[in-house]
Nanobody, 117 residues
Framework: QVQLVESGGGLVQPGGSLRLSCVASGLSIFLSASAMSWYRQAPGKQRELVGTIRSRGPGNYADSVKGRFTIVKEIAENTVYLQMSSLKPEDTAVYYC?????????WGRGTQVTVSS
């Protein structure tokens, strides 16, 4: 059974940094997932893509986070990280981890990130 568990969310001041973790079980993010992504959903808004890394080819990031957010895949830990810096209040959202495995979508339950002074 595939499970994705996010952690690392919390309250951070504007300009601060935070690192989110997504631990995968039931699949190898290196061998099985063709893409690993982070999404976010702010209150009253639709879920949006933050960024994606792929097993082949380049990844991509939303324009709103380019240069500030980085996705890192740690094979030995079977974990994907979302490193966030220069955080803004508009980055406040629930952040979700997503894996695409043989055309099947898997989601974590999300972790709350709040950027506020």
């Amino acid at each position: 059974q595939v499970q994705l568990v996010e952690s690392g969310g919390g309250l951070v001041q504007p300009g601060g940094s935070l690192r989110l973790s997504c631990v995968a079980s039931g699949l190898s993010i290196f061998l099985s997932a063709s893409a690993m992504s982070w999404y976010r959903q702010a209150p009253g808004k639709q879920r949006e893509l933050v960024g994606t890394i792929r097993s082949r080819g380049p990844g991509n990031y939303a324009d709103s986070v380019k240069g500030r957010f980085t996705i890192v895949k740690e094979i030995a830990e079977n974990t994907v990280y979302l490193q966030m810096s220069s955080l803004k209040p508009e980055d406040t959202a629930v952040y979700y981890c997503h894996a695409l495995v043989r055309s099947v979508d898997y989601w974590g339950r999300g972790t709350q990130v709040t950027v506020s002074s």
